[in-house]
């Protein structure tokens, strides 16, 4: 088995890659379809094939995970190459980063805590606004400013935290649709940022002059121009999801979950609950604060209306289709709502329209999302032998359960 | 902080005084007060809906009393939230479990254990591997904890707490509890819904946490009357509130206010 | 002058009360935020014109009696329009958190904008509406008041006071109110849970689709995206004065429009900025007295 497993991995994620490329590519709608469905089926064949003992990838996944991040990362890495005819398409995975980005931040939230989100949009306009104007107006490199944004999103988001904290269930999300519509409305009303038609001009990022959103050639590879704001990205990416991780895996992850399960029981463990929620909503959006800068400085232009309520809902719903408290699930989620939508562009009038029906789909067909939810082990505590199973020492890792 | 108590006494674990909330139209509990000392297990009876819960609610810190004062180790606690007097060493178990039903049972107990320590917040992610160490010895520790008192489910410390029979959570509840390393644990009838051999079991696991633990204080609802009477040291009777008898079970089970009370006339 | 803003508030008031009202009935009953309730005023609006169209031939000019008439069909078909969007969306999430029901009624309510956007003909646009009241002024002593408004401010309050009665004075409004108290003792009491709850969304769907109506024949006008403002409005009307409180709404309302009314007639750039203290109030509430001017302190039971 441990041989071939590694193998079994790498193929597998070359295959999905491939799949996924082929789709993208592919002019014709039918053969969009065609590569869909192929690809759902191969994901379900090779998650079999990769199968460990309880049916599922994961434990394999989990022990070998050298091997499949390290596989992932190169591929990853040679994705603009396999797309270097389509600078459009390589944009749209641009895109789905900086979704995917979102909903790492938004997932501390939803996910981790349940506390339900819903103008996460909001969060991320006052990231890239503000970055967007430091840059601009005072001249700030777009690597600084990029952080600066994503603080003044933490900020602003401890702030709404600090009433809305205190609120139960639904009076949360209610505080915070509230606030995006707020922001949204501000945005329009202010001249200052451009009103609603929004700030344009936004400095680029650039390496020793050369602006990431150009033509880039490194050795003798000539890139396709969003290769370098795709490489960004990634690397935000690895960044964002290293830390969701981290604190998933660790105290402040449990108290979350424990929040989300029962707040009283929480409490009376000695938990300062208003704390951890700020801690969620400061570390949350502080991600979205990120994205919504990179975003900015990536296209160039900014406006109010990328930032409105159906912006919350969606991000809301690529984590829940994701699954919920699960990193790699709401990466899924965030990459297959961008691209699946955009590809579909033929039906372009049809497009919100599909993305509703998919939105009351989702939720009846398979509400905990693709991803479940996964148990958390520790080293110093091996599994032990429950019955059938036997133990598998796994090093402070994560095996999931259903 | 010391008042009205003489010099030779100790400071009692518990002083709770006069203690009175409303809800409504409707006192809940009305002028009780309560002593507890460090070793002691005080069982507190009474029929339903008379204030005994309430009344845990309110040492908790989970409803803050109209009236009253709440001392603890001498220390005014009043008022406090609850996760202030958690941390002051107080640990409780519901009349309906609140576990974490979707955790597993070990991280139901780890909680116990790291929700009264101070937590750190960035730590993971400015300082990883110690943040890693840390909790891995907290779950040792956590897991040491359930080999003790729970054997049988520390056999199944990964399946989450949802699997476990009523006497299973029950008993992580208890663990949960014994984690944060309490100085008073608040037992809100714990043995409600066991059969006669469960609630031996009970008795016995009880017992041997005073024998281990000699310095926990430990104030137990109960309506069991055979727990109350193996186990207590003093019962206190609630009735509509109000607190209308004290003293060892024999003395109160024969006072005519508790029969009243009970069977009513 | 004061008389002039009075009104408008009035009149404010009483187009989100319509709304609110039936935000307040779904959440009293079933604890659901419904999204798409804004968006059954729309359909409701829009089924109208329909109809007017199919029926008359033309939407302008037309005897006001069958309008009339029509408008009451659309509202009927609306309310079916909610008893089926129920069943088929919402139904199987019941047991389910309750974000995944509010997502649903989200999702919903995405596609009937956009189902109207693209099959109604020439969805986009905004279309007229025509007015189904008599032009001319009512004369109370010295001020003058349309008759729209009149018949708005008429209709509002009496719709309010019907709900009311009919929530707590009728047969059916005794298993809504059990259903919304305790679903499992209602069950045990005998009570079709399902049909109980088609009942309520009929009913607030209708109420819906009456406030859809009344706002494009007194603004002449009606967009496919008319139904995402007027349902936040009208719940944010509807949690300020008590979610779950018919007059609450009605307070709400009155509360909310009479905000709106004062900053666009004090604060210059008011009308701007109208919103934005709207839902300032909004949040007060929220988090100082989340259960609204006229709603219960509820404290949890531990």
Known sequence: ?402 | MLDGLSPLQPTPLLSAEDLTIRFGGLTAVDGVSLRLEGGELVAIIGPNGSGKTTLFNILNGIYRPHAGRILLKGEDVTGLPADQIARRGVGRTFQISRLFLDLSVLDNVLLGRVGTNRLAWLAPLLRPKQAAEELADHAARAYALLEEWAPDLAARCYRPARELTLVERRRLEICRALASDPDLLLLDEPSAGMDARETRELMEEIRRLRVRRPEIGIALIEHDMSVVRGLADRVVVLNYGRKIAEGTFDEVAASREVREAYLGT | MIVEQTLNALLLGAMYALVAVGFTLFFGVLDLVNFAHGEMAMLAAFTALSLFGLALGRTTDVPTGSLWALSAVAILAVGGIGVLTERVALRRLRAAPALLMLLATVGVSIVFREAVRLLYPAGSNPQVFPSLFPKGTVHLGPFGVPYDTLAILGVGWLLIVAADRFINRTRIGAMIRAVAQDREAALMMGIDLDRTIATTFFLGSSLGAVAGILNGAFYGIVRFDMGLLLAIKGFSAAVVGGLGSFYGALVGSLVLAAVETLTVAALPGGSQLRDVTSFLVVIGFLVFRPNGILGERSVEKV
């Open chain 1, 1 to 402: 088995m441990s041989l071939t497993a590694p193998f079994r991995i790498l193929a597998l994620e070359v295959v999905i890659l491939g799949l996924t490329v082929a789709f993208l590519l592919t002019e014709r709608l039918m053969l969009s379809a065609l590569w869909l469905g192929v690809g759902i089926l191969a994901a379900v064949g090779a998650s079999r094939w990769t199968a460990g003992e309880d049916g599922t990838p994961w434990a394999l996944l989990a022990t070998h995970r050298g091997w499949a991040v390290g596989g992932l990362v190169v591929l990853l890495l040679a994705v603009p190459l396999l797309l270097r005819s389509s600078p459009y398409w390589l944009f749209v995975l641009v895109l789905a980063g900086v979704h995917a980005l979102m909903a790492v931040g938004l997932n501390v939230q939803v996910g981790s805590a349940d506390m339900v989100n819903l103008g996460f949009a909001g969060f991320t306009a006052i990231g890239a606004y503000t970055s967007a104007i430091l840059s601009r107006g005072l001249g700030l490199s777009p690597w600084l400013s990029l952080w600066i944004g994503g603080l003044a999103a933490a900020a602003v988001g401890v702030a709404v935290g600090l009433p809305a904290a205190r609120t139960r269930g639904y009076s949360f999300s209610l505080v915070t649709i509230a606030f995006g519509i707020i922001v949204y409305l501000s945005l329009i009303n202010l001249p200052a940022v451009g009103g609603p038609s929004g700030l344009g001009s936004i400095p680029p990022f650039s390496i020793g002059g050369t602006s990431l959103r150009s033509a880039l050639s490194v050795a003798d590879l000539h890139l396709p121009p969003q290769a370098g704001s795709y490489y960004l990205v990634l690397g935000l990416l690895a960044l964002a999801v290293t830390s969701a991780l981290r604190l998933h895996r660790s105290v402040p992850g449990l108290v979350w979950n424990a929040l989300r399960e029962d707040e009283i029981a929480t409490k009376v463990l000695g938990v300062d609950v208003v704390r951890a929620k700020l801690w969620a909503m400061g570390l949350g959006t502080f991600f979205g604060g990120i994205a919504g800068a990179f975003y900015a400085h990536t296209v160039g232009f900014i406006a109010p209306d990328n930032f409105t309520f159906l912006h919350s809902v969606m991000l809301v719903s690529m984590v829940i289709l994701g699954g919920a408290d699960n990193v790699a699930g709401v990466l899924l989620g965030a990459v297959v709502l961008t691209i699946i939508p955009e590809k579909f562009r033929a039906f372009q009038d049809y497009r919100l329209l599909l993305y509703g029906v998919v939105l009351v789909v989702m939720l009846h067909l398979r509400p905990q999302g693709l991803l479940p939810r996964v148990v958390r082990t520790y080293a110093s505590v091996p599994r032990r032998p429950e019955g059938a199973r036997r133990p598998e020492p796994v090093a402070a890792d994560t095996v999931a359960v259903r």
